[in-house]
């Protein structure tokens, strides 16, 4: 059989025109400026006696003298550390348990709590917390209702301790996933084993399931804390009138209110906020073990038999009910009521008070501009960061470049990043860019790229499991026949890859659509975007159209992530986990 | 068709040393199997040759052609050495009909659409495929993926094969078959192959030489018979197929035997060695269960030396034969006979020439 021979002529496959190496290094170095470079003239603006912007100035630690020299600064941490250490313990207590209900018990319903207790990280966090402040707020409907009309006591939410109950019910979602995924890869048997050997349900969980998820609920605590000290909306929408200042506040108001701003001061600040994240981070990674965090789901299959709640079955499926309500559908519920009302007062009955001006303003002036603009940067900066993330993604893990192990690392680090700091970052940054850095401060890119650059890591961990998912002989497999780098990439990895990029895809255009506090310092008029001006109009006491601009926001997310739906599961434990 | 030739590779993973001095030399239309225990460094060594593994040390060359030098850190990448490679897994590429599996290399290669069909068509007909080309590879079972996965190795005619633990995944029935078709097709193409198994029976009826490894090092390179009935100490031995050893101490020599004193039961053992050993060194010797004749204790012939008394500790019925578990006065002793011995007293012969130092 000289078939295989030679029948016909086979050339040599040919080289590239480019090599891979020289991809492969550009786009490292795209990843690594983009999220690092921003920080460098961060840095710089701190250690000057004068801003950037003006001429002149010598190296010096004073901002950072001043900085810690002031009273008020402290106290800020104080607060913040009060605040994010309750968040953390009412988040991670509840996301756990509620993990637990929905995955090892028979519990009622359970699969729809599954996926609705997701809901709270999906929806924009923004919106969600001026539907708190609606309804649950100062003088908000339901707050007056209960204390005017039914003499009962609502929980004051200016206060540290209510701030913090909202904010975990935001982040509640992320303990939940971070247990139920490890509580999917646990093999149940060793439970099965235990309640064999005449354990109790409730001894079960104890002895085993609980010990079992330490290592998730040490994770899922420590991102919850960063995340918690690096929350802007929050301490300024409820702390500040009460004069509650939070590191994050602290820095945004001293920029932007305080009579004489002092931006290297606030720069030093924020540079003590990106070390103290960073070294939460790195403490993370160090819990975690390197790969131990990505570990995918593989399926044990087989049904697990449930632990049996017998008489508390439905009394806790009804608290959880009950906490979903109040936490997420109400808030919701009052926003869509209060952009259709004139005022939402428990004195008057609703429907006496119907309006449509709130959406009729919705039409023109910022609120109008501030939509549009991010639809499109939520749309070109979903694509473009995509994009970038997936060819990362395969450099990081897919290549033999070799400063390749430094890009994980890299990809999550905007994750534990306030956006406040982000957002500091780049408006040095473009500051020192000449044109091209001034044409970004004076349009909707700049935002874009900032917005991009805090949500690289939700793209880069939906992609990262599905890509350890497909086996590394696929791709060997090409290069032996003949392929090159990127041309396996482009034939063998990337159709494979095809439903984890639309998943990314879908996430990074709602996390650009929702986020808003790396805007607040590049934010000019003519660039809003949704959420910036949802914040300042809100302040201003616009609340009725700011509450249309959020239902408008809350819609399109669904409907967003609804388009998505066939791929909703992988996007969102992907998305958040990490 | 070129020779393989692997010089002195060492391959670390951190302290670990997964590649100790491996050297061999592939002749042009061989079928070579690595043949060794689970991580002893099989995977490690074909993905070396075939550019998947950057080794620390060592050379690396096809047909002369030097396509990895650690010394003048050359290293062809992967996709430049025309080499074929089936997978353990095989890494069909799901989204790709047989067809187009088959078709990719040669698009890598820019080959005109005519050309392209004729060959894919062509090898797929070598495979025996033709009928499935536009199913997809989920709708294919083992045995066809791994057709697939071969006929994509072959289409573009690389300058060897490379083989790694093809047949793992398939059933025990269909692997025998597996085996006879890859060792014909092999053979009529006349293609240089390594073949990396764990399976000491593939490895034994495919291969025209075996190199067997443990630890990263090599241990016996040689023919079948070879590795089979003399192999070079005493991991090979026991890898290689079931083996009794017997430790004792050289007594002395008569024309190419020793003569080997092992204990109360098989005193004035004669052995067959290449050269004289030192007396009253230790010497252990390996020797087959088939190679034993197990008699019942009565029969006349056989009654010269090495010959043994021992009782039948238990038979087992193992369809094509007998096997016997033998207590040769404190020496246990595993025989194998394809006639039943009807007592529980029997004699065993050791022929010397079936006994292998091995140690
Ligand atoms: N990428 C790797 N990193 C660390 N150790 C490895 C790696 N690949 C293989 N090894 C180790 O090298 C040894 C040889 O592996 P391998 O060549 O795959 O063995 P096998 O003979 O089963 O194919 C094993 O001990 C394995 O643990
Ligand atoms: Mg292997």
């Known amino acids: 059989m000289a078939v295989v021979q030679k029948s016909i002529a086979l050339p040599r496959p040919r080289r590239p025109l480019l090599p891979a190496g020289a991809l492969q290094a550009a786009v490292w170095i795209l990843v690594v400026g983009l999220i690092v470079g921003p920080f460098i003239p961060m840095l710089y603006a701190s250690a000057r006696d004068r801003p950037l912007y003006e001429a002149g100035g010598i190296l010096t630690l004073e901002p950072y003298r001043q900085l810690f020299s002031d009273g008020e600064f402290w106290k800020a941490w104080a607060n913040t550390l009060q605040y994010a250490g309750l968040t953390t313990i009412m988040a991670v207590i509840g996301g756990a348990s509620v993990a637990i209900l929905v995955s090892r018990t028979n519990l009622v319903w359970r699969r729809a709590f599954g996926r609705l207790i997701l809901l709270p990280i999906l929806l924009p966090p923004l919106g969600l917390v001026l539907g708190w402040i609606v309804v649950w707020g100062p003088g908000g409907y339901l707050a007056n209702l209960f204390s005017q009309r039914l003499h009962l006591a609502t929980l004051a939410i200016d206060t540290i301790p209510g701030m913090s109950l909202i904010e975990a019910s935001r982040l509640l979602p992320v303990a939940y996933m971070t247990c139920e995924a490890a509580l999917a890869r646990a093999d149940s048997s060793l439970e099965d084993a235990a309640r064999s050997a005449g354990a109790t349900p409730s001894r079960v969980l104890r002895s085993v399931t609980i010990p079992m998820l330490r290592p998730a609920l040490l994770n899922s605590a420590t991102l919850i804390f960063t995340l918690a000290v690096a929350s802007l909306g929050i301490p300024l929408l409820l702390g500040t009138a009460r004069n509650i200042k939070f590191v994050s506040s602290y820095l945004y108001l001293q920029w932007t209110n305080a009579e004489q701003p002092d931006p290297a001061t606030v720069s030093a600040g924020a540079m003590m906020l990106l070390v103290v994240a960073t070294l939460l981070l790195l403490l993370r990674n160090r819990l975690l073990g390197a790969e131990a965090r990505y570990v995918s789901i593989a399926g044990r299959a087989g049904r697990n038999a449930m632990l049996p709640l017998r008489g508390l079955r439905w009394p806790l499926a009804i608290t959880i009910a009950l906490y979903l309500t109040f936490s997420t559908l109400i808030p919701v519920l009052g926003l869509a009521l209060m952009s259709v009302v004139v005022v939402l007062t428990p004195l008057v009955a609703p429907w006496k008070l119907l309006t449509w001006d709130h959406w009729h303003q919705l039409s023109t002036g910022e609120f109008h501009r501030a939509i549009v603009n991010s639809l499109e940067i939520s749309l070109v900066g979903a694509i473009l960061a995509t994009a970038l993330v997936t060819v990362a993604t395969l450099v990081a893990h897919r290549s033999r470049f070799p400063l390749r192990k430094a890009l994980p690392f890299v990809l999550l680090y905007p994750r534990a990043t306030p956006g406040l700091i982000i957002g500091i970052g780049f408006f040095w940054t473009y500051l020192l860019t000449w044109g091209v850095g001034s044409w970004l401060r004076g349009s909707i890119w700049g935002i874009m790229l900032a917005f991009c650059v805090r949500n690289l890591p939700f793209a880069y961990v939906v992609m990262y499991p599905t890509l350890a998912r497909i086996g590394e002989e696929l791709d060997r497999a090409g290069r032996a026949a003949g392929a090159g780098w990127w041309r396996t990439c482009r034939g063998i990895v990337l159709p494979l890859l095809r439903p984890a990029i639309f998943s990314a895809f879908i996430l990074m255009f709602v996390e650009i659509l929702c986020d808003y506090d790396p805007a607040l310092f590049l934010v000019k008029p003519g660039n809003e975007v949704i959420g910036t001006t949802m914040l300042s109009q809100f302040i201003q006491g616009s609340v009725g159209p700011v509450a249309a601009l959020a239902v408008v926001q809350v819609t399109i997310t669904l409907v967003v992530l609804g388009l998505g739906a066939r791929l909703f599961k992988i996007g969102v434990t992907g998305g958040h986990d990490a | ?359």
Not at chain 2, 150 to 159: D, F, K, M, N, T
Not at chain 2, 188 to 197: A, E, K, M, S, Y
């Open chain 2, 1 to 359: 068709m070129p020779e393989i030739d692997v010089a002195q590779l060492v391959k670390t993973f951190g302290d670990q040393r997964a590649l100790d001095d491996v050297s061999f030399t592939v002749a042009d239309g061989e079928l070579f199997t690595l043949l060794g225990p689970s991580g002893c460094g099989k995977s490690t060594t074909l993905m070396s040759i075939a550019g998947f593994q950057t080794p620390n040390e060592g050379r690396i060359a096809v047909g002369g052609e030097a396509i990895f030098d650690a010394s003048s850190r050359l290293n062809l990448a992967a996709e430049r050495r025309n080499l074929g490679i089936v997978f353990q897994s095989y890494a069909v590429w799901p989204h790709m009909t047989v067809f187009d599996n088959l078709a990719f290399p040669l698009k890598v290669r820019k080959l005109s659409r005519k050309d392209l069909g004729t060959r894919v068509r062509e090898v797929l007909e070598l495979v025996d495929l033709a009928p499935y080309e536009k199913r997809y590879p989920h709708q294919l079972s083992g045995g066809q993926q791994q057709r697939v996965a071969l006929g994509r190795a072959l289409v573009y005619s690389p300058s060897v094969l490379l083989l790694d633990e093809p047949f793992s995944n398939l059933d025990a029935k269909l692997r025998e078959r597996a085996r006879t078709w890859v060792k014909d097709l092999q053979h009529t193409l006349g293609l240089t192959t390594i073949f990396v198994t764990h399976d000491q029976d593939e490895a034994l009826s495919m291969s025209d030489r075996v190199l067997v490894m443990d630890g990263g090092v090599v241990q016996q390179i040689g023919t079948p018979e070879e590795v089979y009935r003399r192999p070079a100490n005493r991991f090979v031995a026991e890898f290689v197929g079931q083996v009794n050893l017997i430790t004792g101490t050289v007594a002395g020599h008569e024309d190419r035997n020793a003569i080997v004193d092992a204990g109360e039961a098989a005193r004035g053992l004669r052995v067959r060695v290449d050269q004289a050993p030192q007396p009253r060194s230790s010497l252990t010797v390996a020797v087959r269960p088939e190679a034993l004749i197990v008699e019942a204790a009565g029969d006349a012939s056989h009654n010269t030396s090495n010959t043994l008394l021992a009782r039948v500790t238990s038979v087992a019925f193992l369809g094509d034969h007998y096997q016997y578990e033998l207590d040769a006065s404190g020496l246990a002793l595993t025989a194998q006979s394809p006639h039943q011995v009807g007592s529980t007293d029997v004699k065993v012969h050791i022929p010397p020439d079936a006994c292998a130092v091995v140690a």
